[in-house]
Structures are given as structure tokens and as C-alpha cells.
């Protein structure tokens, strides 16, 4: 299976400020038909997952815009602008190369 | 609202079987993959199995490989996934999974978002 890894694995954040955490990925991620597999999540407190970002760097329906993922192959970065006391929870990335492989998360808090 | 409803969890001892069921409700479920992803306690997320939205396709985590079964049915709009030589690193909330993407004249299109179940909670444990 592919590996994936985030950095960093925990995260505080003054609200307001920027955030960005990076994802690796053991092999690329790009596929035959050109879409590369990246997707991100956010888990809050409590709550199930919810996807953010699919094909790296589009948006689910309802995602703010200060949310924005970015990279190709095997590194990927998403990046809050301004972060909001809602945004806390852990981040994940996920490959969609059947099968699905998750990373191992990164916290975001909020200082 | 869409609704995806697990059922079947409990405690059973290492090696025993359990099988899973998750409803699905206000939306056409034969047309969305659906997956398992399990979360053991205060750890992160980890990826089961899946299914393509007709059944025929199917994949596994490394883990979970030659234990577990992934199933669906249509006709009752509900998934299932068939544990068996259970082992207690597979204690876990389990969550059912629609995929974000929905079969549509032979591709699959990006839909307005995946949704996830509140989850299920399966213990195993002597």
C-alpha cells in the first residue's frame, strides 16, 4: 500500500493567521487519466469526517474559500488563510488509489 | 437529508465474526461507492474496504485482507461488511463512507460532497 505522511503533526494557531500543513506520499499519486488522487479531511471534535479538498485543489461544496490545496505527484500542501476558531479539528490526507490510505493527521488548535 | 445508519457493532471475543450494516436513506445509493474506514480509540483514521457502486468492484486494506468481506445490496439500499478472525487491533468505531463521486453514463462525476455515519463501535476483546 502506499504510505502517506503530514507534517507537521500538530499544529496551534493564533485565529487570523495562516496555516498550511504538507502531506507526502510514498509514490505518485497521479493517474493514467491525468487526476491526481489527494483528497483532504477534517475531523472535529465529536463530529465524523468530512471531506475538503478532492483532486488536490478542488473543493467540496460548502468548503470555504480560505481553504486551498495545492501540490502535484507526491507532496501536497493545504493551506487555511486565515484560520477560525471552527476550523479546529485533524486534518487528514488521503491517497484514492484503491486501496484508500489515510495519513496520520494533523491537529490543529487554536492559541 | 442523506442518512447513512451503521448497525452491528458489539462486543465479541478475538476470533469470533461480526457483520455490519449500513442503511442508506434520501439518496440513490446504487449509483455511489461506498466504503468502510474505522477509527480505533484517539487514533487517527484508517481505511477498510470499498465498493464500486454496482457491486462488482471491490478492494481491502492489507490488514483486513482475506477477513473481511465488503457487500452491498441495491435492491435495500444498504451496505455490509462481514468480520471474521476477528482480532483485537480491529476494535474500532467503524464508519460507512460515500464516496464523493456517483456513476453516470459509464464515468464517475465528482458529486456535491461524500457523507459520513456517525459510526459504529466494535469491540473485541477476552
Known amino acids: 500500500d502506499i504510505v502517506m505522511t503530514q507534517s507537521p503533526l500538530s499544529l496551534s494557531v493564533t485565529p487570523g493567521q495562516p496555516a498550511s500543513i504538507s502531506c507526502r506520499s510514498s509514490?505518485?499519486?497521479?493517474?493514467?487519466?491525468?487526476?491526481?488522487?489527494l483528497y483532504w479531511f477534517l475531523q472535529k471534535p465529536g463530529q465524523s469526517p468530512q471531506a475538503l479538498i478532492y483532486e488536490v485543489s478542488n473543493r467540496v461544496s460548502g468548503v470555504p474559500d480560505r481553504f486551498t490545496g495545492s501540490g502535484a505527484g507526491t507532496d501536497f500542501t493545504l493551506k487555511i488563510s486565515r484560520v477560525e476558531a471552527e476550523d479546529v479539528g485533524v486534518y487528514y490526507c488521503?491517497?484514492?488509489?484503491?486501496?484508500?490510505?489515510f495519513g496520520p493527521g494533523t491537529k490543529v488548535e487554536i492559541k | 437529508e442523506v442518512q447513512l445508519v451503521e448497525s452491528g457493532g458489539g462486543l465479541v471475543q478475538p476470533g469470533e465474526s461480526l457483520r455490519l450494516s449500513c442503511s442508506a436513506s434520501e439518496f440513490t445509493f446504487s449509483i455511489y461507492s461506498m466504503h468502510w474506514v474505522r477509527q480505533a480509540p484517539g487514533k487517527g483514521l484508517q481505511y477498510v474496504s470499498g465498493?464500486?457502486?454496482?457491486?462488482?468492484?471491490?478492494h481491502y486494506a492489507e490488514s483486513v485482507k482475506g477477513r473481511f468481506t465488503v457487500s452491498r445490496d441495491n435492491s435495500k439500499n444498504t451496505l455490509y461488511l462481514q468480520m471474521s478472525r476477528l482480532k483485537v487491533e480491529d476494535t474500532a468505531t467503524y464508519y460507512c463512507v460515500r464516496d464523493l463521486y456517483y456513476y453516470d453514463r459509464d464515468i464517475y462525476r465528482p458529486g456535491a460532497s461524500d457523507f459520513w455515519g456517525r459510526g459504529t463501535v466494535v469491540t473485541v476483546s477476552s
Open positions: 465498493i464500486s457502486h454496482n457491486g462488482e468492484g471491490t
Open positions: 488521503m491517497q484514492n488509489i484503491p486501496p484508500r490510505v
Open positions: 509514490q505518485s499519486l497521479l493517474e493514467s487519466d491525468g487526476r491526481t488522487c
